[in-house]
């Protein structure tokens, strides 16, 4: 008996020998005791421990005291006395010294790619990188932000409804469904997945009343890339990817390999996620478009199905083209998101459905068409959970195409390890108090010099200026990426010379005086320095380069000139805008060519100049641009046709040689046929011709068209060559 009882006292007693361990993770809440003067220690004597150094359990009597007390205690059968510290009492390390503070820290490297979403800050990454109904994204969107690589995901989503009158008067119905979908990521760029889907749904009008279809599969891969890993790119934040999935549909009732359907879903992926731009911003959006090839209607082929049947089969006769973009804002502790889906129907007869009443309906009331509102949250690392609701935006129901239910409630479950990571180290720091001497703070000597820098045309804060100290052998400091503030080093008191430099800007120097214990504050404003942009012009004739007159005129007029048999192409500098580029050469038809050119590029421009004939079809004469010959146009048709190419090239040749402003297009017809259609093929055929005219470089601004029939006649219509006279295409001059 009593040695049970000396057992039960050492057992109670353990946790004061245990106290000594500095590795502790649990902080002492108790504030240290006053600071007293530290006596020198007496000589240290053989086997005797130092002051602040743990005495061992035999040799420290204040454990063995407290030991001795317990034993007793247990003993006399009273309360055993707890080893806490006294009130006021500060907890000690194994040195002697009071514990301020201990923490823990995980080891750069070694940590989880997918924490808590509890604890954290706009500014940390809380964007978890989950699977939705099958593939990264949100429930029924896919995202082009694939995050680490290494990870395989798994994910379960659960689908239910239970509706009324849907998808036909009277008829109640009940659905749930189940997705088990995997996702690995095993390169940065890649994303390879699985999901199997199985569905119950129970409609009092369907036969029978419950179909269940198991084993649907999708089998697919992305890709995607991240467009910039620039810190300072506001293109860091893109991502764009390709979606390529395989999908098959069992037989119902059943999941036999004979039979069973497949399509095929190619999407485009875009997401942008704001926080490259400012953490201020917590959104990602993404935006999918693709295509879905069904083939769902050859699983029913002996007999022909309702609407129920169909939405309880998801039965698509036609295939789709998909449309869908998501919004999500990852909070600190949740993410909210919305997500709107479009399906439009290829291929449907008149653009009109059959309905279950057999009246006809119209293809944009009973497309699939859905919005989705959701929450994200992942309290446990690597565990995200999702709860979600569909709104069915569809006003009708049509044979041919599955029903959109009005409402739907999603729950979603995804769960991600990384099989090849190291394990998370911690490392645990103490902070212990320590008696410090007590010194007299000297006089400052120096001073600093702090400020920002600012774009001198935007006054927006530049980020990544290099602000040196002239003359001081100090290294220069940068602006900072928020708001361009700088802070320089320690500087002695009196003049200073700043000088700041940055590609895009020009360098700037100011001088300033740094006064002691103080930060001297400044703004520096940076002149951006423009671009100048070019164009790499060539011009060629008969296939060969040719001597030719090229001016240049916008935001400012050049001129320059090319070298008979030189290949070498002419470079023109000019700053950005918009440009109208004129080339004229002796013996040949002149072009031109209105183009925008931007800041820092090189815009090459080829022309090809046709031949002048020996007798020119076109002259100016008083306001208008004569031609000796007439437009042919297809019968009864505005199409040009190709033998007056050439013509409508020297019109093109006048307006630039001649610096023609302005012209309008007249179409004219004779008076056989009816008069409404005389007036529209009038009309057409001048526009046909602006064009043209357009195409071959010519300002539209420059052209417009008008038609009058039959009105303006030049000759009598009594004959067939008044008639030839009056189908004519005339061009007036009205701005030289």
Not at 582 to 591: C, M, N, P, W
């Amino acid at each position: 008996m009593k040695g049970s009882i000396l057992l039960a006292a050492w057992v109670v007693a353990l946790p004061a020998l245990a106290q000594n361990d500095e590795w502790t993770t649990f902080p002492a809440n108790q504030p240290p005791p006053a600071e007293t003067p530290k006596k020198a220690d007496p000589p240290k004597k053989k086997d005797e421990p130092r002051k602040d150094e743990p005495a061992p359990p035999h040799q420290d009597p204040s454990a063995k005291g407290r030991v001795e007390e317990r034993l007793r205690a247990a003993e006399a059968g009273r309360p055993i006395p707890q080893n806490s510290p006294a009130p006021g009492a500060a907890a000690t390390s194994s040195d002697g010294l009071p514990v301020v503070s201990r923490r823990e820290r995980v080891e750069p490297g070694t940590e989880h790619h997918s924490p808590s979403t509890w604890g954290h800050g706009l500014q940390d990454e809380n964007h978890r990188t989950t699977v939705g109904a099958v593939g990264i994204g949100l429930i029924h969107l896919q995202s082009a932000k694939l995050g680490p690589k290494g990870v395989l995901r798994f994910s379960l989503l659960g689908e239910y409804n239970n509706l009324n009158d849907f998808p036909v008067r009277t008829a109640q119905n009940i659905r749930s469904s189940g997705t088990f979908a995997v996702s690995w990521v095993p390169v940065s760029f890649l994303e390879a997945y699985l999901g199997y889907s199985a569905t119950a749904n129970t409609n009092s009008r369907t036969s029978p009343n419950l179909i269940q279809a198991l084993g649907d599969l999708t089998l697919g891969v992305k890709g995607a890339i991240q467009l910039s890993k620039n810190a300072d790119s506001a293109l860091r934040g893109f991502y764009l990817g390709l979606d390529l999935r395989l999908l098959t549909f069992s037989a119902v009732g059943n999941q036999s390999i004979d039979r069973f359907a497949v399509g095929f879903k190619p999407s485009l992926i875009a997401t942008y996620d704001f926080r490259a731009l400012t953490y201020k911003f917590p959104v990602v959006f993404s935006l999918n478009l693709g295509a879905t090839i069904d083939s769902t209607s050859g699983l029913v082929t002996n007999q022909t199905l309702n609407a129920s049947e169909e939405f309880a089969l998801a039965i698509n006769r036609y295939n789709r083209i998909d449309f869908g973009f998501g919004v999500e804002v990852p909070f600190p502790v949740v993410t909210p998101f919305i997500e709107y889906t479009l399906a439009g129907p290829l291929g449907v007869p008149g653009n009109q459905f059959t309905g279950p009443d057999g009246v006809r309906v119209d293809v944009t009331s009973a497309m699939p068409q859905k919005l989705g509102l959701g929450l994200k949250v992942t309290a446990v690392k690597d565990l995200t959970l999702a709860l979600g609701f569909d709104l069915g935006l569809a006003r009708s129901v049509g044979l041919g195409m599955a029903a959109t239910a009005p409402w739907n409630f999603l729950f979603n479950a995804s769960f991600n390890i990384d099989p090849f990571q190291r394990g998370e180290t911690k490392i645990v720091e103490t902070v212990r108090e320590r008696t410090a001497e007590k010194k007299v703070a000297e006089a400052p000597k120096t001073g600093k010099v702090e400020g920002t820098v600012v774009d001198a045309k935007t006054n927006k804060p530049i980020s990544g200026v290099l602000v040196a100290m002239v003359g001081s052998g100090l290294p220069p400091v940068a602006s900072d990426a928020e708001g361009g503030r700088f802070l320089t080093y320690d500087l002695p008191p009196g003049p200073v010379k700043l000088k700041a430099s940055r590609d895009g800007y020009k360098d700037i120097e100011q001088e300033l005086k740094v006064e002691t214990g103080k930060s001297n504050k400044v703004q520096l404003s940076l002149e951006p320095v423009e671009k100048l942009a070019s164009f790499v012009i060539t011009v060629s004739g008969n296939k060969k380069p040719i001597a030719a007159n090229v001016v240049v005129a916008g935001t400012e007029t050049k001129t320059v000139s090319t070298v008979k048999d030189v290949k070498e192409p002419v470079k023109v500098e000019a700053s950005a805008g918009t440009y109208t580029v004129s080339v004229t050469a002796e013996g040949f038809l002149s072009q031109q060519k209105d183009v925008a050119l931007t800041a820092g590029a090189e815009l090459p421009l080829a022309f090809e100049l046709a031949p002048a004939p020996k007798k020119m079809l076109a002259i100016i004469k008083d306001d208008k641009i004569e031609i000796a010959q007439q437009v042919h146009f297809a019968t009864g048709k505005a199409t040009i046709l190709a033998d007056s190419y050439s013509l409508l090239q020297q019109v093109v040749d006048v307006m630039v040689k001649n610096n023609v402003k302005r012209v309008r297009v007249e179409g004219h017809t004779d008076n056989r046929g009816d008069k409404a259609f005389n007036q529209k093929l009038s009309e057409d055929r001048a526009a046909s011709v602006a064009s043209y005219l357009i195409g071959q470089g010519i300002d539209p601004r420059r052209i417009e068209s008008a038609g009058f029939g039959d009105s303006k006649p030049v000759a009598p219509n009594l004959t067939a060559r008044g008639r030839e006279l009056n189908r004519r295409v005339e061009f007036l001059i009205l701005e030289k």
